[in-house]
C-alpha cells in the first residue's frame, strides 16, 4: 500500500490536520504554491501543488468540513473542479518504480450513480459517501452497489483503487458479482491481451530502431539565431518538446515523435525549429497537412518566419496553377526548394525529392486510407514529427510514453486568457450583440454556419443585423479555389470585418484580431471538432469569446448535451486536456488504440487498461525474451 493523503468534498477534517499532513509528506510551505511539491494557507482555502499534477489545486473549507476542490489556472482561477483528489508524497530525486496499486490519474472525478471500477472486485455503481459506525478511524466509505445488490464498502485510505468507467459504448457495463471469482478470471485474460498488445508496440519500437536513418548534426549558430527570433516566450513544454526532436533528428534511427498540444499552445514552432534544422544540413522538408487552407496559412507563416534566411519555402495544392505546380515539382527534384507545404498533392506519384530528410504531418487522423499507407513506406525513409491538436488523456500518455515517442505540451503560452464561452440558443438579438461588441473594438468575427446550401441565406440575416458599412464575406469549400484564397487573404489582413464560413476554418487558420466565434447549430459538431473551432480565437492577449448557437425549443440528443456541456464547463487554459477525456467517454481514442483495444476497454475501462497497459509495458521493456514470448504464445 503505497502512502497518500485522500481530499473529497463533504470531508470533515481539521485544518490542522491537513496541513500536518502535507508536512509530514515534505511540502514546502510558501506564500503561493507554483510548483509541485509546495502548499500555501490562507484563512480556510488551502493550494496545494500536488506530485505528478499539471497545476495546483485549492481546497476550501468550511470550517472543518471541505467545501470545493478546484484545479487552477496559472492565473490562480478556477478551472475543473473535482470530488475526490489523491495526493502523493514529494518524492526523492531517483528512479521512480512502477506498482500496480498506484493511480494513473490523481482526480477521481465521480458523482452518485456512476459506474465504477474497483481494482480488485470489478464493475459496480458508485452510491456515493457515507460515515459507518466502525472501529477504528476511517469513518468515511465509498458505496459501491454489485449485481444482486451486493454493497461494497471502500475505507478512505482505498480510495485510489477506485476510479470511474469510461468505455466506447453508449450501453451500460455488466455488474460483477462480488466473491464469485469472475472479476479475476476476466482480468487475468485482458491482461494477456493487452501484454500482447504491449509487445507490439515494443516490437514496432525496437524494429525501427534498427534502420539507420540520416543523423543530423548540432545545432548550427543560425539555429540559434533562428530560434531567438521567435516572438513570443517559449513555454517550459515548448522547449522540451523542441529539444526532443532535435536529439532524435541527431540520433542515428529515424525519427517518429508524436508532438500532442492543445490548440494554439505551439506545436507549429516546435516543427520549424525542426524543419530550419533539417535545412541546415542541405536536407529538404515536407509539410503535409489536411486542408488547403491550412497550407496557405503555414505558407504565409513560415515564409514570414525564415525570411531573415536562405531558405526557400514553397506550397503545393490545388491553389496553385498546373503551371505554378509544374515548376514547383521540378525545383524539388532539383533540390531548389527547401521547404514544402502541401496537402495529400504531395503523396502523388510525379513528387520526387532531391535529398528529403524531414516530413512534418499535420493531424495525420485527417487523411485517407491510401494516404496513410504512403506515409508508412515513408517513415521507413526520413524523419517523422506528427502534430495533432486533439489532447490525449493523460492516463492513456503515461501508458504509452514507454512505447511510443510522445511530446505533450500542456503549458499554455504566457499571458493567454481562456476563451469565454457561451451556449445559447438561437436569438438575433443575442446575435447582434455578440457581432456589434467585437465590431467596436475594431475586431473580427467567425461566424460559422456549416451548411452550403444555405450560408448565403444566413450572410443576409447578419448583413441586416449589423451596420451597412461592416464588411462581410462568405467562404465555402466548393467555391473557386481562387476566389477562396482571395477571400481568406483579405480576411487575414482585416479587409474583412465578419467571415461567414463552413468548417474550412477548423484546421489551424490563425487570424490574430478575430476574436469573437460564433458557431450555428452547434449541437451537429463533435465535442473535438467544437474544441478545436474555439481555438481559432482567443490566440494570443485579447480577451475572446465564442457562442455556441442551439435552436430554440428544441430538445438535443443526449449526446449533444454532452457533449455542449462539456464544452462549456471547460473553457479554461489547458482545458483540451479535460475535453480529450471527455471525448474519450463519447467517441473514442481515434488511432492511438486499434478497434481491438477498443472491445478490450469496454470490458474492464480505460482507467484500469491504461494501468494495465503501463505495467506490461514496464516489465516487458527489461528484457526482449518476454517481447517475443507475448507476440508467440
Request: net charge positive; with cysteine; proline share 4%.
Amino acid at each position: 500500500m503505497f502512502r497518500s493523503l485522500k481530499f473529497f468534498v463533504g470531508q470533515h477534517i481539521e485544518l490542522e490536520e491537513i496541513l500536518k499532513g502535507l508536512a509530514a509528506f515534505h511540502y514546502i510551505r510558501v506564500n503561493k504554491a507554483s510548483q509541485a511539491g509546495e502548499f500555501a494557507q490562507r484563512g480556510e482555502i488551502i493550494e496545494i501543488f500536488p506530485m505528478g499534477f499539471d497545476s495546483a489545486l485549492r481546497i476550501d473549507l468550511d470550517f472543518d468540513k471541505i467545501h470545493a476542490i478546484a484545479t487552477l489556472n496559472a492565473h490562480g482561477k478556477s478551472i475543473w473542479q473535482h470530488k475526490i483528489v489523491i495526493i502523493l508524497p514529494v518524492k526523492k530525486p531517483g528512479a521512480q518504480t512502477f506498482s500496480a496499486d498506484l493511480p494513473l490519474e490523481n482526480f477521481i472525478d465521480i458523482n452518485e450513480g456512476d459506474y465504477v471500477v474497483h481494482n480488485n472486485h470489478g464493475i459496480g455503481k458508485f452510491l456515493g459517501i457515507k460515515e459507518l459506525q466502525v472501529p477504528g478511524p476511517e469513518k468515511d466509505h465509498l458505496i459501491i452497489e454489485y449485481q444482486g445488490g451486493d454493497r461494497l464498502f471502500v475505507p478512505k485510505h482505498d480510495i485510489h483503487l477506485v476510479q470511474k468507467y469510461v468505455s466506447f459504448t453508449k450501453k451500460p457495463p455488466r455488474l460483477y458479482k462480488l466473491g464469485s471469482g469472475e472479476w479475476k478470471r476476466v482480468r487475468a485474460a485482458i491482461q494477456n491481451r493487452i501484454r500482447r498488445f504491449a509487445a507490439e508496440l515494443l516490437h514496432t519500437q525496437a524494429v525501427r530502431a534498427t534502420l539507420q536513418g540520416y543523423r543530423f548534426s548540432k545545432d548550427t549558430p543560425w539555429q540559434k539565431e533562428f530560434e531567438q527570433a521567435f516572438p513570443y516566450q517559449e513555454t517550459p513544454d515548448q522547449t522540451k518538446s523542441t529539444q526532443d526532436a532535435k536529439t532524435d533528428m541527431e540520433a542515428p534511427a529515424p525519427m517518429d515523435r508524436l508532438i500532442c498540444g492543445d490548440v494554439g499552445y505551439g506545436k507549429t514552432e516546435v516543427a520549424l525549429r525542426a524543419i530550419f534544422k533539417a535545412v541546415m544540413d542541405n536536407k529538404q522538408a515536407a509539410v503535409l497537412v489536411p486542408t488547403t487552407i491550412l497550407a496557405e496559412q503555414h505558407y504565409y507563416n513560415f515564409t514570414q518566419r525564415m525570411k531573415d534566411f536562405p531558405v526557400k519555402v514553397a506550397m503545393l495544392s490545388r491553389f496553385r496553377t498546373k503551371g505554378e505546380q509544374k515548376t514547383i515539382i521540378r525545383d524539388l527534384s532539383e533540390g531548389r526548394v527547401d521547404v514544402v507545404i502541401g496537402t495529400h498533392r504531395l503523396l502523388s506519384k510525379d513528387i520526387h525529392f532531391k535529398d528529403l530528410g524531414l516530413i512534418v504531418i499535420d493531424e495525420e487522423q485527417r487523411f485517407g486510407v491510401k494516404a496513410k499507407e504512403k506515409l508508412k513506406h515513408l517513415r521507413l525513409l526520413c524523419d517523422v514529427l506528427t502534430l495533432t491538436a486533439t489532447p490525449i488523456p493523460r492516463t492513456l500518455y503515461m501508458a504509452l510514453s514507454g512505447a511510443k515517442d510522445m511530446s505533450v505540451i500542456s503549458t499554455p503560452p504566457q499571458n493567454r486568457l481562456p476563451v469565454a464561452t457561451h451556449i445559447v440558443e438561437f436569438d438575433e438579438d443575442i446575435i447582434k450583440e455578440a457581432l456589434l461588441k467585437e465590431l467596436r473594438r475594431k475586431g473580427q468575427v467567425f461566424f460559422l454556419h456549416n451548411r452550403v446550401e444555405d450560408i448565403d441565406r444566413v450572410g443576409t440575416i447578419i448583413k441586416r443585423l449589423v451596420e451597412q458599412h461592416v464588411r462581410i464575406a462568405i467562404a465555402h469549400g466548393q467555391m473557386p479555389p481562387k476566389l477562396l484564397e482571395e477571400i481568406m487573404l483579405k480576411f487575414l489582413s482585416n479587409e474583412i470585418d465578419i467571415l461567414v464560413c463552413t468548417s474550412i476554418i477548423e484546421s489551424g487558420i490563425d487570424v490574430p484580431n478575430a476574436n469573437t466565434l460564433i458557431v450555428n447549430r452547434a449541437d451537429r459538431f463533435g465535442l473535438a471538432e467544437l474544441h478545436q473551432l474555439r481555438g481559432r480565437v482567443g490566440r494570443f492577449t485579447t480577451h475572446a469569446y465564442a457562442y455556441f448557437i442551439i435552436p430554440p425549443g428544441k430538445t438535443l440528443s443526449t449526446i449533444a448535451k454532452t457533449r455542449l456541456t462539456a464544452l462549456e464547463k471547460h473553457s479554461g487554459l489547458g482545458a483540451g486536456f479535460q475535453i480529450a477525456y471527455e471525448d474519450l467517454q463519447i467517441r473514442g481514442s481515434g488511432n492511438l488504440l486499434g478497434q481491438e483495444q477498443h472491445g478490450t476497454i469496454t470490458m474492464i475501462g480505460f482507467d484500469l487498461y491504461c494501468r494495465l497497459l503501463k505495467e506490461s509495458i514496464e516489465h516487458l521493456k527489461k528484457t526482449e525474451k518476454e517481447i517475443h514470448n507475448a507476440l508467440h504464445p
